[in-house]
C-alpha cells in the first residue's frame, strides 16, 4: 500500500525536543544544521530562504529550536556503496515508499540497514530532510536509531540501525508454511513498546510530533521482537497554543489513515491514535488493514470489526 501524494512542504513550527519528565528542566544545547542537509533541492519542492539574510535554522523552520547539534554520522556515497557490495541483490533486504534498502556492513563492523531514496519515488528531499532531523532530534529506545546519512550530489540516502528480524507485517501476513504464528504475549508487547514509541512523540515533544504513517510494515523489531518505529518522511509538527488541530495536505497509507483526517485535512494526535487502532485490529486478528482477496463487506479490517460488533448487538 503507498502513500498519497501529497506532502505539505512548510515547517513554520518550532520543535522543542524533551527528554522524559524526570529531567524536562534540564537546558538543551541549539540545533545546527548541516549545510550539505539545508541546501537540499528537489525541482518544484525546491526548499528557499526567504531573504538572503536568513538563517539556516529559520530556513529550516526550527528557528527557536534548542542549540544542539546533529550527532548523525555524513557518509559519502562511495563508503554506502562500499558496505552494501554495490547495492547488490544479495544485500536487498527491502523496499518502501522513500527507496529501496540494503544491508549493509560499516569498517567498524557495524551491521547497518542503508535506504537509498527512489528520485522517480513517492517521497522527495523534504522528505528525506524531515527524517533526519527528526531522528536527531528525537531519541527513546522505542524509535529506530538514525546512525548516518549521504546528501553526496544528487544521492540521498539515510543509514539505521539493522533490525534483524524486519517488520511487524513480516510477522502478521501471509506467512510462509513452516513460520510460526507470533504467540499472544509478543503481540502484545509489541502493542505495548509501538505505543510508548507513539507516546514520546506526542507527550514529551513540545510541540507534540504527528508521525502520520503509523502502520505494520514501519514497525521494525529487533531481538525479542523489540519493536521501534521507523520511517519518519510524514512527520509533521502538530498543534500549539490553543490551536486544536494543523491542516495540511493529506498524507498516509489507505486503510490507516483517520477518516476525519482524510475528509478534513485537519490533523491531530488522535489521527495517529486511529492508525494505532488499525494495527491493533491486525495484532488482534490476523488481517490485514485493507485486504482485496476478502468477500466484499470485509476487504476494509475497520469496517469488517464494527459490522462485526453490530451484528452481536
Known amino acids: 500500500m503507498g502513500c498519497f501524494s501529497c506532502f505539505d512542504s512548510k515547517e513554520d513550527e518550532k520543535l522543542n525536543p524533551q527528554k522524559d519528565r524526570d529531567d524536562s ?6 540545533l545546527t544544521a548541516p549545510s550539505n542537509i539545508s541546501r537540499l533541492s528537489s525541482g518544484a519542492d525546491r526548499l528557499k530562504t526567504r531573504s ?16 544542539v547539534q546533529i550527532a548523525a554520522h555524513t557518509f559519502t556515497f ?57 531522528l536527531s532530534l528525537l531519541h527513546h529506545p522505542n524509535l529506530v536509531s538514525l546512525i548516518g546519512y549521504c546528501a ?26 513452516d513460520k510460526e504464528p507470533l504467540d499472544w504475549n509478543t503481540r502484545m508487547t509489541i502493542a505495548s513498546g509501538a505505543a510508548k514509541g507513539l507516546e514520546h512523540l506526542h507527550d514529551k515533544a513540545n510541540p507534540p510530533v504527528i508521525y502520520r504513517d503509523f502502520k505494520s510494515s514501519n514497525i ?12 519518519f518522511g510524514l512527520a509533521k509538527l502538530g498543534p500549539t497554543g490553543d490551536k486544536s ?23 491531530t494526535v ?8 488499525v494495527v491493533f485490529l491486525e495484532l488482534i486478528t490476523g488481517r490485514k488493514a485493507i485486504d482485496s482477496t476478502k468477500p466484499q463487506g470485509e476487504q476494509n479490517l475497520v469496517a469488517w470489526v464494527i459490522n462485526l460488533l453490530i451484528s452481536f448487538l
Open 25 to 30: 528542566n534540564r537546558k538543551q544545547p541549539h
Open 52 to 67: 538572503t539574510n536568513c538563517s539556516k535554522r529559520e530556513f529550516l523552520g526550527i528557528k527557536d529550536a534548542p542549540d
Open 78 to 134: 562511495r563508503e554506502l556503496a562500499a558496505a552494501t557490495n554495490n547495492f547488490k541483490p544479495e544485500s536487498f533486504i527491502g523496499e518502501g515508499g522513500f527507496g529501496r534498502v540494503y544491508k549493509g556492513q560499516l569498517p567498524s563492523g557495524q551491521v547497518v540497514a542503508v535506504k537509498q531514496l527512489d528520485r522517480n519515488g513517492l517521497q522527495g528531499n523534504r522528505e528525506f530532510l524531515v527524517e533526519v532531523l527528526m
Open 152 to 177: 553526496d550530489g544528487d544521492q540521498r540516502l539515510l543509514v539505521y540501525e539493522f533490525m534483524p528480524l524486519g517488520s511487524l507485517e513480516d510477522h502478521l501476513h501471509d506467512l510462509p508454511p
Open 220 to 231: 521494525l523489531l529487533k531481538d525479542n521482537f523489540f519493536p521501534k518505529l521507523s520511517d
Open 245 to 267: 488541530h494543523v491542516s495540511t495536505r493529506v498524507m498516509g497509507t489507505y486503510g490507516y489513515c483517520a477518516p476525519e483526517y482524510a475528509m478534513t485535512g485537519q490533523l
Open 270 to 277: 488522535k489521527s495517529d491514535v486511529y492508525s494505532f487502532g
